[in-house]
């Protein structure tokens, strides 16, 4: 009978068990010679370069250029491991311009998300970045970055397939006359979801003519502010039906007018000041029937206080929401925390109609929604 260490799908299946493992990774790497591949496809699946780590502690200049240069040794030396890279972040603040050029020119035959952070207004640094995220496999882009007349060259030869992106605009040097793409695109690129922290930032960009993005087949959009006056620009137009996740900061003027939405199935509120909470239920009164929304998600960073809960708990009793399944509120909201025997007092309703769920905050919802 053959040992079971010697059948390469059972090595596989085994190793992969430990992909959130990297110490142990490393040591089946040492093994044998059959388990080295599995290994170091986890291994090499998530590659960061960050100046800082999820920990929240911070690599000094020379601790980050030795990381760096120790990336493109291993991969120069070892090119078949490149195959292995799917995801890649890096933080160009933390290196020289020729060190993050060095490691844009590999060819990434699989990559498909990147997490950028820019805070130069090189064009030597956009360059070397139009040669990163041109590869065709890309599908998902991170990026943090100021909107300068440098940094829109990117866009130029940008993957046709990049569907999912995220853009977090720094103040530093916002200049909206010239965040255009130095040359119009053939084609633009189709968004599938779009993630931005204010429509302040990128609405001279985005909405212009030479905008390199079609915005009509979005199915996910959050925005932290500025979401109704996205909604309401004619470039969005053709995207209100098939919207599907909504989530945004209801801090406005006006209500947000859900009533366009009528693909909508998740929508997440995150209130960040006590007096956006009216304009959360004032929100939510604009829900008409029909509509298919399945689930509704309160997120805040300001603890809602006993009355405003019942409020809610009332206004979403009374709506046409037919087709809902879920009320999930996050753990954060209440001072103390709050769990389903403590909230039926807040949610009285909602917890008889069995629809209340209480979790922890999610970080990561918008990649898992967008397939990432």
Request: with cysteine; net charge negative; hydrophobic share 40%.
């Amino acid at each position: 009978m053959q040992n079971p260490l010697e059948v390469q799908e059972l090595v596989d299946q085994c190793i992969d068990f430990l992909r959130d493992s990297p110490s142990d990774l490393k040591a089946c790497a040492c093994v044998s010679r059959s388990w080295v591949a599995a290994a170091q496809a986890h291994i090499f699946k998530e590659v960061s370069l960050l100046l800082w780590s999820p920990t929240g502690s911070k690599s000094g200049p020379q601790s980050a250029e030795k990381s760096w240069a120790r990336l493109r040794q291993v991969l120069t030396r070892s090119p078949h491991l490149i195959r292995h890279i799917h995801r890649l972040q890096l933080d160009s603040t933390a290196v020289s311009i020729e060190a993050f050029a060095a490691i844009c020119e590999f060819p990434f035959t699989h990559l498909c998300y990147i997490f950028l952070r820019h805070l130069s207004e090189s064009f030597s640094l956009s360059i070397a970045t139009q040669k990163l995220v041109s590869h065709p496999t890309l599908r998902h882009m991170k990026i943090v970055a100021d909107l300068s007349e440098a940094s829109s060259w990117i866009w130029d030869r940008c993957s046709p397939n990049l569907r999912h992106l995220e853009l977090s605009c720094l103040w530093r040097s916002f200049q909206p006359n010239n965040t255009v793409p130095s040359h119009p695109r053939s084609t633009p690129i189709v968004l599938e979801s779009l993630k931005t922290d204010s429509l302040e930032f990128i609405d001279a960009w985005l909405m212009q003519e030479m905008c390199p993005f079609d915005m009509s087949h979005l199915k996910i959009v959050s925005a932290e502010y500025g979401i109704d006056e996205l909604l309401h620009h004619r470039k969005f137009f053709p995207a209100l039906q098939k919207i599907k996740v909504l989530d945004f900061n209801p801090a406005a003027d006006s209500p947000v007018d859900l009533s366009t939405l009528t693909s909508l199935v998740l929508l997440r509120i995150t209130v960040v000041e006590q007096y956006d909470w009216q304009m959360a239920l004032d929100t939510l009164s604009t829900i008409v029937h029909p509509n298919r929304i399945r689930k509704i998600v309160i997120s805040s960073t300001e603890y809602l206080p006993a009355e405003c809960g019942l409020q809610l708990d009332s206004k979403l009793d009374s709506l046409p929401l037919h087709s809902l399944l879920t009320l999930e509120l996050e753990r954060n909201i209440f001072e103390g925390g709050l769990t389903i025997s403590n909230a039926s007092q807040y949610f009285p309703q909602m917890t008889s109609r069995q629809l209340l769920r209480i979790t922890d905050r999610e970080e990561n919802w918008f990649e898992n929604f967008a397939g990432v």
